[in-house]
């Protein structure tokens, strides 16, 4: 955990005069591999986007197969995650534990929600559907990258949990507020990465051409 | 004369504001943006309304959620490095694949059939 441990937790979350950068060394690490999960998500959404502007024949069409109604509320629940996400690490810089316990809490439920969501969703599409990831390039290119995602919030759910366990065993201290940090930032992450899937790969499936 | 003013919010209060406010402009916009698709308007500019409002979405989620708006600099050029390197890569690998030589074979158009007397290819041969 963080080694500081007398300067104010939300002063050093934006400066931290130890570091050559100025910066905590976990966050400037964190932004670097989030910057390269960026890549590989542009690899991702840039396949899919290729593939549906070039069909190939007997391509199933996406609007008969997608539930609006079912992403959207996945898409409300993932931006809900971000806000409590927001508030926990807001909390644990001010040294209200319970308060950052609570909103991990919330975090870890709407995570939770959006996960089910999905698993749903696949099942709907594989059983009702006929979506497999064999079966067409579609099928291929949308499971791989929503998938994708899926793992991510996934990892993030699994993270954040074990945040709230080490919490719970009276080990997280105001101090090690940059550990919540750094796990807020992924999960932030997971909402953006979403905020373009769900624009480039359902909405644009919507709109008549 | 002596003035009072009221007392200033805790730093950390006046950004649980500001966090909730985002949240509620952020589910705005996200509606917004499915009430869109429904409209009758032009292609080209509900796909750039759409992704503008989702850069919108991005920016308001990666400077207030994550921080950078009260960040070094350092922070956003980091993730602006691998941001700008990811959307140049997609957006080339779009325009590369629109290039007609570049479209996959079997996505276009069935190639006319050969003329009845040509000799067969080696390889329809076989």
Known sequence: MSSATTADPAALAHHDPTTATGVPNKKILMWAFLASDCMFFGALISTHLIYRLHPMPGTPSPREIFDLELTSFSTFILLMSSVTMALAVNAIQHGQLGR??????????????????????????????????????????????????????????????????????????PQDAIDVESAGLYWHFVDIVWIVIFTAVYLLEYLHR | METTHPPLLAP????????????????????????????????????ALL????????????????????????????????LLLAGGTALALVKLFAVGDSIPLTSQEEPPAPPANAAPSPARAQ
């Not at chain 1, 870890?108 to 969703?121: P, S, T």
């Not at chain 1, 791989?144 to 759910?157: A, E, K, Q």
């Not at chain 2, 509620?24 to 009430?35: H, K, M, N, P, R």
């Open chain 1, 100 to 173: 950052c316990r609570g909103m991990l809490m919330a975090t870890i439920l709407f995570g939770g929600i959006f996960l089910g969501c999905q698993v749903y969703e696949f099942n709907h599409f594989v059983h009702e559907k006929s979506l497999t990831l064999s079966g067409s390039i579609l099928g291929s290119t949308f499971y791989t990258l929503t998938g994708t995602h899926g793992i991510h919030v996934l990892l993030g759910v699994v993270w954040l949990c074990s945040i709230l366990l080490y919490s719970a065993a009276g080990k997280l201290r």
């Open chain 2, 51 to 82: 992704v503008v409002l989702s850069a919108v979405k991005f920016g308001y989620v990666i400077f207030i959620f994550m921080h950078l708006r009260w960040d070094r600099w350092l922070c956003t050029a980091v993730f602006l490095m691998g």
């Open chain 2, 12 to 47: 950390h209060q006046s950004r649980y504001q500001l966090f909730v406010s985002v949240a509620i402009l952020l589910s705005f916009i996200t509606g917004a943006e499915i009430v869109a698709i429904w409209l009758p308007w032009v292609h080209w500019f509900l796909v």
